[in-house]
């Protein structure tokens, strides 16, 4: 429950043997979170025989409630596993990146009634001739 309303249930793990209990309530329909592309940095250009797109998104969250809340938020930007493809990052708003499996990972405290803007960017360079798909 959550101000009185009913969230949902969940599976308590009774052989956990941590110190910390993770459960999921759900989601607070008082945080407002929307990701949208940032048109201004995201291009194409061709460099020689290879091609560069510059990707940017923007991701906008909200606290509708009456208390400060902490806040993880997790995105991702592309991996490649062929050589001739290179993925960059170039801005993360101060975020963690896992190079390994791309993940971008903030820590937010956003105040009651506060918003927090953040972006990311990356690069994608790729031989001419080849066809990449970034969503």
Same mark, same amino acid.
């Given at each position: 429950?959550?101000? =009185?309303?009913?969230?949902?249930? *969940?599976?308590?793990?009774?052989?956990?043997?941590?110190d *910390?209990?993770?459960?999921?309530?759900?989601?607070?329909?008082?945080?407002?979170?929307?990701?949208? %592309?940032?048109?201004?940095?995201?291009?194409?250009? $061709?460099?020689? =025989?290879?091609?560069? #797109?510059? @990707?940017?998104?923007?991701?906008? @969250?909200?606290?509708?409630?009456?208390?400060?809340?902490?806040?993880?938020?997790q995105?991702?930007?592309? @991996?490649?596993?062929?050589?001739?493809?290179? @993925?960059?990052? %170039?801005?993360?708003?101060?975020?963690?990146?896992?190079?390994?499996?791309?993940?971008?990972?903030?820590? $937010?405290?956003?105040?009651?009634?506060? *918003?927090?803007?953040?972006?990311?960017?990356?690069?994608?360079?790729?031989?001419?001739? %080849?066809?990449? *798909?970034l #969503?």
């Amino acid at each position: 429950f959550l101000d =009185g309303t009913f969230l949902g249930k *969940t599976q308590i793990n009774p052989a956990t043997t941590q110190d *910390t209990l993770r459960i999921s309530l759900g989601r607070d329909p008082n945080i407002v979170v929307s990701r949208t %592309r940032d048109v201004a940095f995201t291009q194409q250009r $061709l460099i020689g =025989g290879r091609i560069t #797109e510059n @990707v940017g998104w923007e991701i906008s @969250v909200r606290n509708n409630n009456n208390f400060p809340v902490l806040l993880n938020i997790q995105d991702q930007i592309p @991996v490649s596993m062929q050589g001739e493809i290179e @993925v960059r990052p %170039r801005e993360l708003s101060g975020a963690t990146l896992d190079a390994e499996t791309g993940f971008v990972t903030w820590k $937010l405290s956003i105040p009651p009634a506060g *918003t927090q803007n953040l972006k990311f960017q990356y690069s994608v360079q790729y031989p001419r001739g %080849r066809s990449v *798909t970034l #969503e």
